[in-house]
Antibody, heavy 114, light 107 residues
Framework: EVQLVESGGGLVQPGGSLRLSCAAS????????MNWVRQAPGKGLEWVSY????????YYADSVKGRFTISRDNAKNSLYLQMNSLRAEDTAVYYC???????WGQGTLVTVSS | SYELTQPSSVSVSPGQTARITCSGD??????ARWFQQKPGQAPVLVIY???ERPSGIPERFSGSSSGTTVTLTISGAQVEDEADYYC??????????FGGGTKLTVL
């Protein structure tokens, strides 16, 4: 069974940092491109970042470029999102999803507030 | 442009056909995907490559494309289809964009 399980969310003050993780199982993680997608409370979906299967190609939404860093460890079947200089508008549920979007995690909530 | 525009809401009676449109210049060059999201749940892919249906998705869900507009059609909508629906596409550089979402009401 394919599973993507996010972790690392929580409450952080503006300007702070947080690292999200996404643990993959049930498929050959190293062969899959991956994405992070977020959803602010009561709002729509927003694509955040993309990483190729090898990690050599990376893209970011303009809203997070320069503040967020996506990475992966294929040996550990894990995807990461390092989030720095967090702002109130980064408050959202963060989902990891396979590149094809066939597989999604359940999401982890990040709240940026003082 | 890399914007995708959807109607904010669509309403149908059970058994009727629901159609949700999504418009954007990128759709003339790139495939679209459609996602269904119910409250408190992660999105579920219901259509990819404009009109392909993943295994496990009911046949009443179909997709079509014409120029810069794609359409999700739910033939014989059921109460359990009530959800938010999002279209999605990716530009040449794999930067993704979602439509604003459409709330489908079936009652």
């Amino acid at each position: 069974e394919v599973q993507l399980v996010e972790s690392g969310g929580g409450l952080v003050q503006p300007g702070g940092s947080l690292r999200l993780s996404c643990a993959a199982s049930g498929f050959t993680f190293s062969s899959y491109e991956m994405n992070w997608v977020r959803q602010a409370p009561g709002k729509g979906l927003e694509w955040v970042s993309y990483i190729s299967s090898s990690g050599s190609t990376i893209y970011y939404a303009d809203s997070v470029k320069g503040r967020f860093t996506i990475s992966r460890d294929n040996a550990k079947n894990s995807l990461y999102l390092q989030m720095n200089s967090l702002r109130a508008e980064d408050t959202a549920v963060y989902y990891c999803a396979s590149g094809s979007y066939f597989y999604w995690g359940q999401g982890t909530l990040v709240t940026v507030s003082s | 442009s890399y914007e995708l525009t959807q109607p904010s809401s669509v309403s149908v009676s059970p058994g009727q056909t629901a159609r949700i449109t999504c418009s954007g210049d990128v759709l003339a060059k790139k495939y679209a995907r459609w996602f269904q999201q119910k409250p408190g749940q992660a999105p579920v892919l219901v259509i990819y490559k404009d009109s392909e249906r993943p295994s496990g998705i009911p046949e009443r869900f179909s997709g079509s494309s014409s120029g810069t507009t794609v359409t999700l059609t739910i033939s014989g909508a059921q109460v359990e289809d009530e959800a938010d629906y999002y279209c999605y596409s990716a530009a040449d550089n794999n930067r993704g964009v979602f439509g604003g979402g459409t709330k489908l009401t079936v009652l």
